[in-house]
Structure formats: structure tokens, C-alpha cells
């Protein structure tokens, strides 16, 4: 089985910071890509950032809503199979529960599948 497991979420003051974490656990033979999406209340589910690595343990690729680029910043530890988000410059749209994503595969044998994280809540407030 995988675990998804969220750390780092709370509330923070506009213009603050947070930096969520997420450790991908058990058995894992490729990690296609980890993410985090967000969902605000009445609102539909959207992708903030994702870093794709199609299985390498170095380098990657990252993308980004245009909401958020130029403050918050994905990155990955491939060792600990540990996928971080750096969130700066907080503003009050940015309060939703940010959902932890991975795309990976089990074993060899085994076609690639979509995992979820509990969620975590980030609450941006004075």
C-alpha cells in the first residue's frame, strides 16, 4: 500500500509563508510525478504546482498555475520520496485544503496509478 502523508499547512498572516511537506511512503518502483492541488470552498479543485520526473531520480520538470508563479516553489526530495511546496506571499485567495498528489507505480508489473494525500488546511487571515 502507499501513503500519502501532509505536514505543513495552518494559518498565516497575508505576505507570510508556509511550506508544506509530503512523504510518499511504501512500495514504490516509479514516481511518474508529485504534486499539490488546492480547493476552496465552492470551488472546483486546481492544480498549483506539479514536478514531473517520468521515473529519473535527478532533475525534473515543474509547472505551475499562473496564480501562483513567482511565489510558491515545488520541490522534491527523490531520496525520501518527499515532495515539498514553498509558499510565499500569502494572500487571502490562496486559503483552501491543499491536496498532496502522486502518479507512481508499485512495481514493475504494475501500470501507474493516481494517489491522494488526506489534506491539509492553509488558512491565509489577519
Known amino acids: 500500500q502507499v501513503q500519502l502523508v501532509e505536514s505543513g499547512g495552518g494559518l498565516v498572516q497575508p505576505g507570510g509563508s508556509l511550506r508544506l511537506s509530503c512523504a510518499a511512503s511504501?512500495?514504490?518502483?516509479?514516481?511518474?510525478?508529485m504534486g499539490w492541488y488546492r480547493q476552496a470552498p465552492g470551488k472546483e479543485r486546481e492544480l498549483v504546482a506539479v514536478i514531473t520526473t517520468g521515473g529519473s531520480t535527478t532533475g525534473g520538470s515543474t509547472n505551475y498555475a499562473d496564480s501562483v508563479k513567482g511565489r510558491f516553489t515545488i520541490s522534491r526530495d527523490n531520496a525520501m520520496n518527499t515532495v515539498y511546496l514553498q509558499m510565499n506571499s500569502l494572500k487571502p485567495e490562496d486559503t483552501a485544503v491543499y491536496s498532496c498528489?502522486?502518479?507512481?507505480?508499485?512495481?514493475?508489473?504494475?501500470?501507474?496509478?493516481?494517489?491522494w494525500g488526506q489534506g491539509t488546511q492553509v488558512l491565509v487571515s489577519s
Open positions: 498528489n502522486a502518479i507512481l507505480a508499485r512495481t514493475y508489473y504494475m501500470p501507474l496509478r493516481e494517489y
Open positions: 511504501g512500495s514504490i518502483f516509479m514516481l511518474q510525478s
